[in-house]
């Protein structure tokens, strides 16, 4: 009987480790995403200029807002 109320100590252990582990991975992933964009105004810019559009501002800042509100 002792073995089983380890086991289900462990185990216990272990699942609120990783709940606990997964949400702080997530809180510095989304506070490094913040600071550090994957996609700004330039490789906007770029990004159109290559598709043959000339991009207004208008458009650069509907874009950069449509993106952040994905992240």
């Given at each position: 009987?002792?073995?089983?109320?380890d086991?289900?100590?462990?185990?216990?252990?272990?699942?609120?480790?990783?709940?606990?582990?997964?949400f702080?991975?997530?809180?510095?992933?989304?506070?490094?995403?913040?600071?550090?964009?994957?996609?700004?105004?330039?490789?906007?810019?770029?990004?159109?200029?290559?598709?043959g559009?000339?991009?207004?501002?208008?458009?650069?800042?509907?874009?950069?807002?449509?993106?952040?509100?994905?992240?």
């Amino acid at each position: 009987m002792d073995i089983v109320v380890d086991i289900l100590k462990y185990l216990f252990v272990f699942v609120a480790g990783g709940i606990t582990g997964f949400f702080i991975a997530k809180h510095f992933m989304q506070k490094y995403l913040k600071q550090n964009p994957p996609i700004n105004e330039e490789m906007i810019k770029a990004l159109m200029s290559q598709m043959g559009r000339t991009p207004s501002q208008k458009q650069v800042n509907q874009m950069m807002k449509n993106m952040e509100k994905y992240m």
